[in-house]
Every structure is written in C-alpha cells, then in structure tokens.
C-alpha cells in the first residue's frame, strides 16, 4: 500500500477518483433533496414566524478610551 499519492500506482489513484466522485454525488443528491420545493411553500412557513419591532436608539459605550496614569 502507497503512503503518498505522488507515488501510488493507477490502481489506487483510480479508488480515491471513484471515491471522491461517490461522495460528491451523495452530496449534491442530500442538498437537493433537502431544499425547500418552491417559493409559495417557503413564504407560507415565514408567515407563522413573529416579528421583531426595533425600540428606541439605544447608545453602547467602552471604557477602552479612558487613561489611567
């Protein structure tokens, strides 16, 4: 067995080539399957969501700027 990919032989560059590919098409299949089927149905899910009104301006300050001697 080759430790080192500079010197594996075709045979195992062949099986980390088919293995790469298996994995990459499971992951565009899983993303597919995982994403929502259309517009409508993703609108209608945000519409149960509640919504966040801002309040008043409200100012954060540090004491990084003050000069201790």
Do not use: C, N, W
Not at 37 to 66: I, L, N, R, S, W
């Amino acid at each position: 067995m080759a430790h080192s990919l500079i010197g594996a032989d075709r045979r195992t560059q062949l099986r980390i080539l088919a293995v790469a590919l298996i994995a990459g098409a499971a992951f565009v299949t899983v993303g597919l399957a995982a994403r929502v089927g259309d517009f409508e149905t993703m609108a209608a899910m945000m519409q149960d969501q509640p919504v966040v009104k801002a309040g008043k301006p409200v100012t954060f300050t540090t004491g990084y700027d003050q000069v201790i001697r």
